[in-house]
């Protein structure tokens, strides 16, 4: 969905006839669907799967760590812990325990690469079918100087809501958010949406705009109602012709985006948007 054009990657492109995990069709959902996200993404990922500690990792990851770490991405227990996964070991242990954390500001040094520097280190937890957490998924972004740290500056953290009623699209949108140094909760279905902004502020609502039961727009348009100060980014697969008499600012991003669109869209709402016309 965010890398339309970009060669893409997944656990099929890799040979694992020498590592643990065996041949990828064997592999669980779960593991499948993390790890297809890890390697087509930009950012320094690891998947952690299993307490034993299998390690795979993107290329991302490789390139910011040096060449001690090859080019094979991963499924083996590491002999000596990653760095993120070492300078995380609290924030590791709550994501194995269901919670999505992050270790913020924490330097990380790779022996032989230059790569290192401060990083925020975030893990979210990867269920599998039963529902327990099966692996943890760390991604890694710099951290933000003091001075972008406020909401006022351009780039500093939000609190954004995530509607979408695919589930997958949901987890990758709130992934990359996080990864970006936002806070993001999804939710799948618009009265779940009203529930949590009832309940909570949210600086920006991104939602799809077709929705189960209820339009994204009229979604959006109760929750300014609500909220006059809420952000609010469309995504949306038929472009702006549902959009056309929206009558609050708002931003849209044609499906399917890439990383680079849905960071500029959330530089712009840092700031207030000037009213449409």
Known sequence: MLFPGRSAQSSSSFDWSTSRLGDPQQWPPALRLAADFMFNTPLPLLLVWGRDMTVLFNDAYGALAGPAYGRVPGGNVPPVMPPPLAVGGTELERAWDGEATCAADRDLAFAGSVGGGRYDVHFTPVRADDGNVAGVLCALAPAPAPAETD?????????????????????????????????????????????????????????????????????????????????????????????????????????????????????KVAHPLPART
């Open 151 to 267: 909401l006022d500056e351009a780039g500093g953290p939000m609190r954004i809501l995530v509607v979408e009623d695919n589930v997958d699209s949901q987890y990758l949108v709130c992934e990359m958010l996080r990864a970006f140094g936002h806070e993001a909760d999804g939710v799948g279905h618009p009265h779940d949406a009203l529930a949590r902004l009832a309940a909570g502020r949210y600086d920006v609502l991104f939602t799809d705009v077709s929705l189960p039961g209820m339009s994204g727009v009229e979604l959006a348009r109760q929750a300014v109602a609500q909220a006059p100060d809420m952000r609010v980014i469309f995504a949306s697969g038929y472009g702006d012709t549902l959009l056309r008499h929206v009558e609050f600012p708002y931003l849209s991003l044609q499906k399917p985006y890439e990383l680079d669109q849905l960071q500029q869209a959330l530089d």
